[in-house]
C-alpha cells in the first residue's frame, strides 16, 4: 500500500485521539464510582473530577491516588526536566504548558503520539483524560456549560466563546516554531464544524438514554464505537472536500501525482497557488502546449509567487548589414510578467549565446552549434518582419535573501551565548541521540556547551577539554551592565556628542546612527528569545545601512563610529559552567561523546542551533526553491520544443575577506568580527594606544606610523577576533584588531 497513504491514515488516528468531546455520562459514571470510594461529590459540577480534569486540575481522588502510587512522595504526576545539572523531577501542571511561563517547545514535545507524551500515559494510564487537560486545559465554565456531544479540543483547535457576541468558535492553540504537521490545515479548518454534526447524529441516532442506567456497559460500549467509527468519518468528510478550497493536502498531492507528478511541488507554493492548479489542471491538460494555458499559468503561478520570465526574440540590427545587404540578427530578452529589483538586466545576444544557454536543456545542440546558428541567422535575417518570438524563455533572477550584511544565523547565535552568560534565558530545547533515538532535554546553557563540541568535533575533529569561553559581536550595549569590565557600557548621546562637533555631524544624525532600540536579553523561552533577537537583527541591518547609504566619506565613518559605540564586538564572557572539564559534563548530562561519529556531530550541531534559537530555517523557503517549482509546472503544460532557462545565482554575504557556511565565522572556538570602518579618534589594539586621526588624511597607528608602509605580520594572532579596514591616504588596508571596544579613550 502506498506510505502517503498510511501516513495519511496514522494522522487521522491521531487527530481523533487528540479530540475531547463532552457528555455528562461521563461525568456521571465517574461520580458513581467516588461515591462508593467515600468521596464527597458537590452539587455544583465545577467541582467534579471529571470538568476539573479536563480543565487540568487535580481532583482530590487524583491527589489520594498518586501519593499512594509513590509512596507519600507527590501527589502530583512527575516527569523529568531540564537543569544545568542534568534532568531532574518535576510536578506535572497545566502552569508549565500553559500561560505566561510556558515553554512552547515543551508543549510541543509533549503533544500527542510523541515519546514524551507516550511514556507519560504509559506511565500513568489511569489519568489519561487529566493529561490531556493539563496539556491543553478547557476552562471549566465552557466545559460545564457545553451540550453533550460537543467538541471541545480537535488536533490544534480549541473550543472557545467570541467575547464580542457570546458564541462559541474553535480557535487555534498557538502553534510552536517546531510543529510543522498540522493535525488540520488552516485552510480545512471548517471540517470541524461537519465533524461536530456527525457526532451529534450519531448520538442522536444511537443513543437511548433511558437504557444509560439499566445497563452498565451499554454507553461505553456505543461511545467506543462512535470514537472508532471517527476515523472513517473524518477520511470521509474530507473526501467529500475534493475540488473545493477546503480539499486536504493529501488529497492535492495525490492528485497532482497523477497529473504529470506535480505533487511535489506543494510544499513550495502557496496554498492560493495551490489550489488554483489544483482547481484547473485537468483544464490545462487538455489545452496542453496553448497561448492562453501558458498565459494562465504565468499570471496565476509565477507572478503571485514572485517568479520573472522573459521570453526571447530575434531582432534585425539595421545598423550592422552583411556584405550580402542581409540586417544581423540578435536576440534580445524581454520580461512577460514584471521586472523587479533582482532580475537580471535584459540585454542583446548573439544566436550563439541563446544556443548554449540552453546546453543544460537540450545538451546535444551544442553539437552543431556553428550550423544551427548561421541556419537560424539566415532564416531570421530573410524575414519580412523585424521581431521574431521564440520559444525559449528565461527566468533569471538573483536569490538575495542571504545578502545582508548580518545573517540572521550569525545574530542568533551571540545573542544565545551573550543571553546564556547573563543568565537570563531560559526554556529547554529538545534534541534526537543520533543513535538511541531518544529525545532529549536541555537547558539552553548545555545546549550551547554542547553546541560547541560538536561544531569543534565534527568540523574539525578537535576534542576539546573544557569548556571555553566565547567571544560575541554585534550585542547591544547595556546601560548599566557589562559582563566584561573591559567593555564600557552604552555610552549616552551627550558622550558621543562631546567627540565630535555639530558641523561634522549633525545632532540628528548621531541619534538616528545610535537609534533608540532597546535590547531585551530576558528570555523565558526559546520561542520569544528569536522573537526578541530577530529585533535586534533589524536594528543592526539598519544601523549598517544607515551608516553606508550616505555619498560622503567622512559623514559614513561618524555615522559608523557612533552606531558601533552602541554594540559590543569582541567581546569575551564567560559561560557559567566555564572552565569545567568536558569529560565531567558529559557524565553528568549521562551522555558517552564515543558514541557518536563524526558525522554524527555534525547532523547534531544543526538540529542544536534549530532548536536553541528557535529558528526553523525550512519555514522560509528558498526562493530558488519556489523558481524550479514553477518552471516545472510551466514546463509540464507547455509545448515539448519550449525550452525554459532557469538562470538564477545567489549571492552570500562575505565576512572577514572571504565568504563561507553559517558556522565557519565562529572559528574553532571564538566568535569573529565583521569587516567594518570606522573613523574612531582613539583604538586599543594589543594594550597600546593609538594617536588621534582625522579621517580626511589618514588612519593613523601607534607612534603615529603609516600603516600603508608597514608589515601586518606584527599583529598576527592566533585568537584574532577579525579583521579591521584601516584607511591611508595612499591605499586601504586591512589589520587583525585583538580588542574592538570601539570606545574613545581621551576622556
Known amino acids: 500500500m502506498d506510505t502517503t497513504f498510511d501516513a495519511y491514515r496514522d494522522k487521522t488516528l491521531l487527530l481523533v485521539q487528540s479530540m475531547v468531546i463532552k457528555h455528562q455520562h461521563h461525568a456521571t459514571a465517574i461520580n458513581n464510582k467516588l461515591r462508593r470510594l467515600g468521596y464527597r461529590i458537590d452539587s455544583d459540577p465545577r467541582t467534579w473530577k471529571y470538568y476539573l480534569n479536563i480543565a487540568g486540575i487535580y481532583h482530590a481522588y487524583d491527589k489520594d491516588l498518586l501519593l499512594s502510587k509513590s509512596d507519600q512522595q507527590s501527589e502530583y504526576m512527575q516527569i523529568k526536566v531540564a537543569s544545568d545539572e542534568g534532568p531532574v523531577s518535576a510536578d506535572f501542571v497545566k502552569e508549565m504548558f500553559n500561560g505566561e511561563n510556558a515553554d512552547p517547545a515543551m508543549a510541543n514535545e509533549y503533544k500527542y503520539g510523541t515519546q514524551y507524551h507516550t511514556e507519560l500515559i504509559n506511565k500513568y494510564p489511569e489519568f489519561l483524560t487529566l493529561i490531556q487537560g493539563i496539556l491543553n486545559p478547557i476552562?471549566?465554565?465552557?466545559?460545564?456549560?457545553?451540550?453533550?456531544?460537543?467538541?471541545?479540543?480537535?488536533?490544534?483547535?480549541?473550543?472557545?466563546?467570541?467575547?464580542?457576541?457570546?458564541?462559541?468558535?474553535?480557535?487555534?492553540?498557538?502553534?510552536?516554531?517546531?510543529?510543522?504537521?498540522?493535525?488540520?490545515?488552516?485552510?480545512?479548518?471548517?471540517?470541524i464544524y461537519d465533524i461536530q454534526q456527525w457526532i451529534y447524529l450519531f448520538l442522536k441516532r444511537w443513543i437511548n438514554h433511558e437504557y444509560v442506567p439499566i445497563e452498565d456497559l451499554y454507553f461505553p460500549t456505543k461511545w467506543g464505537t462512535m470514537v472508532s467509527c471517527l476515523i472513517g468519518a473524518i477520511m470521509n468528510i474530507r473526501l467529500s472536500q475534493i475540488k473545493t478550497n477546503k480539499v486536504c493536502t493529501f488529497h492535492i498531492k495525490s492528485y497532482l501525482d497523477s497529473r504529470n507528478g506535480l505533487g511535489q511541488y506543494v510544499a513550495n507554493l502557496n496554498i492560493k497557488e495551490i489550489l488554483w492548479l489544483y482547481r484547473n489542471i485537468d483544464w490545462l491538460s487538455l489545452h496542453h502546449g496553448e497561448t492562453k494555458t501558458f498565459e494562465m499559468i504565468l499570471n496565476n503561478i509565477l507572478t503571485p509567487s514572485g517568479i520573472p520570465l522573459s521570453a526571447y526574440e530575434l531582432i534585425h540590427d539595421n545598423d550592422k548589414i552583411h556584405d550580402d545587404e542581409r540586417p544581423l540578427i540578435q536576440a534580445r530578452s524581454m520580461g512577460l510578467n514584471f521586472n523587479p529589483q533582482n532580475v537580471v538586466g535584459a540585454r542583446r545576444y548573439s544566436i550563439k549565446e541563446v544556443i548554449e544557454a540552453q546546453e543544460a536543456i537540450a545538451p546535444y545542440n551544442a553539437k552543431d552549434l556553428d550550423q544551427d546558428a548561421h541556419r537560424i541567422e539566415l532564416t531570421g535575417s530573410r524575414a519580412t518582419r523585424s521581431h521574431l518570438k521564440t520559444k525559449v524563455l528565461e527566468s533569471g533572477l538573483i536569490d538575495l535573501t542571504n545578502y545582508i550584511p548580518y545573517q540572521l544565523e550569525d545574530v542568533l547565535a551571540n545573542y544565545w551565548a551573550y543571553s546564556v552568560a547573563r543568565g537570563t534565558y531560559k526554556g529547554t530545547a529538545f534534541f534526537t541521540h543520533p543513535r538511541t533515538k531518544e529525545r532529549l532535554q536541555f537547558t539552553m546553557l548545555n545546549t550551547l556547551v554542547l553546541l560547541i563540541y560538536a561544531y569543534n568535533k565534527g568540523q574539525y575533529d578537535i576534542d576539546l577539554e573544557k569548556i571555553p569561553p566565547v567571544h560575541v559581536r554585534g550585542i547591544f550595549r547595556e546601560t548599566n551592565r557589562t559582563l566584561n569590565p573591559n567593555f564600557r557600557v552604552r555610552p549616552t548621546f551627550a558622550e558621543l556628542r562631546s567627540k565630535i562637533d555639530r558641523v561634522s555631524f549633525p545632532d540628528?544624525?548621531?541619534?538616528?546612527?545610535?537609534?533608540?532600540?532597546?535590547?531585551?536579553?530576558?528570555?523565558?523561552?526559546?520561542?520569544?528569545?528569536?522573537?526578541?533577537?530577530?529585533?535586534?537583527?533589524?536594528?543592526?541591518?539598519?544601523q549598517y545601512r544607515y551608516s553606508e547609504n550616505c555619498p560622503y566619506i567622512n559623514r559614513s565613518a561618524y555615522r559608523n563610529w557612533a552606531s558601533r559605540n552602541t554594540q559590543w564586538n569582541g567581546m569575551e564572557v564567560d559561560l557559567p559552567n566555564t572552565g569545567r572539564n568536558y569529560s565531567d559534563w558529559f557524565s553528568s548530562?549521562?551522555?558517552?561523546?564515543?558514541?557518536?561519529?563524526?558525522?554524527?556531530?555534525?547532523?547534531?550541531?544543526?538540529?542544536?542551533?534549530?532548536?536553541?534559537?528557535?529558528?526553523?530555517?525550512?519555514?522560509?523557503?528558498?526562493?530558488?526553491?519556489?523558481?524550479?517549482?514553477?518552471?516545472?509546472?510551466?514546463?509540464?503544460?507547455?509545448?515539448?520544443?519550449?525550452?525554459?532557462?532557469?538562470?538564477?545565482?545567489?549571492?552570500?554575504?562575505?565576512?572577514?575577506?572571504?565568504?563561507?557556511?553559517?558556522?565557519?565565522?565562529?572559528?574553532?572556538?571564538?566568535?569573529?568580527?565583521?569587516?567594518?570602518?570606522?573613523?574612531?579618534?582613539?583604538?586599543?589594539?594589543?594594550?597600546?594606544?593609538?594617536?588621534?586621526?582625522?579621517?580626511?588624511?589618514?588612519?593613523?597607528?601607534?607612534?603615529?606610523?603609516?600603516?600603508?608602509?608597514?608589515?601586518?605580520?606584527?599583529?598576527?594572532?592566533?585568537?584574532?577576533?577579525?579583521?579591521?579596514?584601516?584607511?591611508?591616504?595612499?591605499?586601504?588596508?586591512?589589520?587583525?584588531?585583538h580588542c574592538a571596544d570601539y570606545i574613545l579613550l581621551d576622556e
Open 139 to 191: 476552562d471549566v465554565s465552557l466545559s460545564t456549560t457545553s451540550y453533550d456531544g460537543d467538541i471541545l479540543l480537535i488536533g490544534d483547535y480549541i473550543k472557545d466563546i467570541n467575547v464580542l457576541n457570546g458564541k462559541p468558535y474553535f480557535r487555534k492553540i498557538n502553534p510552536s516554531v517546531f510543529d510543522i504537521d498540522d493535525l488540520i490545515e488552516d485552510h480545512e479548518a471548517d471540517i
Open 589 to 737: 548530562m549521562n551522555l558517552n561523546p564515543s558514541d557518536f561519529e563524526r558525522v554524527d556531530w555534525l547532523n547534531l550541531m544543526t538540529e542544536l542551533f534549530l532548536y536553541g534559537t528557535g529558528f526553523r530555517e525550512n519555514v522560509n523557503r528558498s526562493l530558488r526553491d519556489v523558481q524550479r517549482a514553477c518552471l516545472s509546472i510551466l514546463s509540464a503544460f507547455s509545448s515539448y520544443s519550449t525550452h525554459v532557462i532557469n538562470d538564477s545565482e545567489t549571492y552570500l554575504p562575505v565576512h572577514n575577506g572571504s565568504s563561507g557556511d553559517k558556522f565557519d565565522d565562529y572559528g574553532v572556538v571564538d566568535l569573529s568580527v565583521i569587516n567594518v570602518v570606522s573613523d574612531e579618534s582613539n583604538y586599543t589594539i594589543m594594550g597600546e594606544r593609538i594617536s588621534s586621526v582625522y579621517p580626511t588624511e589618514f588612519y593613523g597607528a601607534p607612534n603615529n606610523e603609516d600603516l600603508s608602509e608597514r608589515s601586518l605580520t606584527t599583529y598576527e594572532n592566533p585568537n584574532v577576533l577579525g579583521s579591521y579596514a584601516i584607511k591611508s591616504i595612499r591605499e586601504p588596508i586591512f589589520m587583525d584588531i
Open 508 to 542: 540628528q544624525e548621531l541619534a538616528k546612527a545610535m537609534g533608540r532600540f532597546t535590547p531585551i536579553y530576558e528570555h523565558r523561552n526559546s520561542t520569544e528569545f528569536f522573537e526578541h533577537v530577530s529585533d535586534a537583527w533589524d536594528e543592526l541591518n539598519r
